[in-house]
């Protein structure tokens, strides 16, 4: 258990929809990553946050949007839903001035869009 | 741009050998940290191992090591002695203070009784 915590676990819904999900990473940790996994791909970096604001992006989709709250949760959310949106969503975190760049990552949402 | 490659899509190995998966990469940055994860069927991403690009001396966990060649940008894991329960996808990755986590495509590795 790396104390990194998504939820929910699994996600059904259909496209044209909405979806949030959550993430809270492990006490002490500021820094919040999102990524995307197709099936058995790699992982692919959408968003940072630290400290409650956007550090650095990646290859997100305008459709795509996260926020970092004041208690370090972070929300990924997905709007428009297409079928190539499902994917295994990996939420990871990483300790405050950390100089060995680690990341400890959640158990993942996996999103099936029908 | 950093790129991360595995040139392994599957690999297989007997309980109790040795196996060594591959990895390349790509960068002009000098100081850079280099990790494998281990993905098990329940999807959970497991870091198993970190190389900084400063230390020579290649790093070790129990049953797996490494071997990194910076010249070569090479960065390859062993496992000694598998055992079943390493069955799982391996993920090999970069990350720099400029870039964000790069993974590499993965290498699906099968411990055979």
């Known amino acids: 258990d790396s104390g990194v915590t998504q939820t929910p676990k699994h996600l059904i819904t259909a496209t044209g929809q909405r979806v949030t999900l959550r993430c809270s990473p492990r006490?002490?940790?500021?820094?919040v990553y999102w990524y995307q996994q197709s099936l058995d791909q790699g992982l692919q970096f959408l968003i940072q946050?630290?400290?409650?604001?956007?550090?650095a992006k990646g290859n997100i989709l305008e459709r795509f949007s996260a926020q970092q709250f004041p208690d370090l949760h972070s929300e990924l959310n997905l709007s428009s839903l297409e079928l190539g949106d499902s994917a295994l969503y990996f939420c990871?975190?990483?300790?405050?001035?950390?100089?060995?760049?680690?990341?400890?990552f959640g158990p993942g949402t996996r999103l099936t869009v029908t | 741009a950093q790129t991360v490659t595995q040139s392994q899509p599957e690999m297989s190995v007997q309980e109790a050998e040795t196996v060594t998966l591959s990895c390349t990469y790509d960068t002009s940055e000098n100081n850079y940290y280099l990790f494998w994860y281990k993905q098990p069927p329940s999807r959970q991403m497991i870091l198993v191992i970190r190389?900084?690009?400063?230390?020579?001396q290649n790093a070790t966990e129990n049953r797996f090591s490494v071997n990194f060649q910076k010249a070569a940008k090479s960065f390859s894991l062993k496992i000694s002695d598998s055992q079943l329960g390493d069955t799982a996808m391996y993920f090999c990755?970069?990350?720099?203070?400029?870039?964000?986590?790069?993974f590499g495509a993965g290498t699906r590795l099968t411990v055979k009784p």
């Open positions: 006490s002490g940790d500021l820094s």
């Open positions: 990871a975190s990483s300790p405050p001035g950390s100089k060995t760049y680690e990341q400890y």
């Open positions: 990755a970069f990350k720099s203070g400029f870039s964000d986590m790069r």
């Open positions: 190389q900084e690009a400063y230390k020579q």
């Open positions: 946050y630290y400290n409650g604001e956007e550090r």
